[in-house]
Nanobody, 123 residues
Framework: QVHLVESGGGLVQAGGSLRLSCATS????????MGWFRQAPGKEREFVAT????????YYADSVKGRFTISRDNAKNTVYLQMNSLKPEDTAVYYC????????????????WGQGTQVTVSS
C-alpha cells in the first residue's frame, strides 16, 4: 500500500483551469504507474488519465483528451493533473491511484488510492 495525498481541488467556473497534485513519501514512487480517476454523484468511478513509471506512456479518457494533461515528477514523488477548459460535467471527486506493473486504464488494477479531492465546475 502506498499512502497518497491529493490536493488542488476546488470551485471553478466553466472554461477555467485547475491543477491537481498527488504526493507520496513512498521512496519507490518511480516504480509505480499512476492514475487519476473520478466519481460524480450517483455515478460509477471512471478512468481519467494514467501514466507509466517513466512518464513516456500516457492514456486519457476520450472525454478529457485535449483538455487534461497528466504528468509526474519522480524527484518530487508527485503526479499532476492539469485540467483546462473545464466543463460542468467534470464535476466529481478526483482520486489518485498507484500500481506496480504496466500502466493500464482499469481502476481495478490499482491497489493504492488517495482520499480524493473535490472538483466543482459551475456553469
Amino acid at each position: 500500500q502506498v499512502h497518497l495525498v491529493e490536493s488542488g481541488g476546488g470551485l471553478v467556473q466553466a472554461g477555467g483551469s485547475l491543477r491537481l497534485s498527488c504526493a507520496t513519501s513512498e521512496p519507490t514512487f518511480s516504480g509505480y504507474a499512476m492514475g487519476w480517476f473520478r466519481q460524480a454523484p450517483g455515478k460509477e468511478r471512471e478512468f481519467v488519465a494514467t501514466i507509466s513509471q517513466s512518464g513516456a506512456i500516457k492514456y486519457y479518457a476520450d472525454s478529457v483528451k485535449g483538455r487534461f494533461t497528466i504528468s509526474r515528477d519522480n524527484a518530487k514523488n508527485t503526479v499532476y493533473l492539469q485540467m483546462n477548459s473545464l466543463k460542468p460535467e467534470d464535476t466529481a471527486v478526483y482520486y489518485c491511484a498507484a500500481r506496480r506493473g504496466i500502466v493500464t486504464i482499469s481502476g481495478g488494477d490499482f491497489g493504492s488510492w488517495g482520499q480524493g479531492t473535490q472538483v466543482t465546475v459551475s456553469s
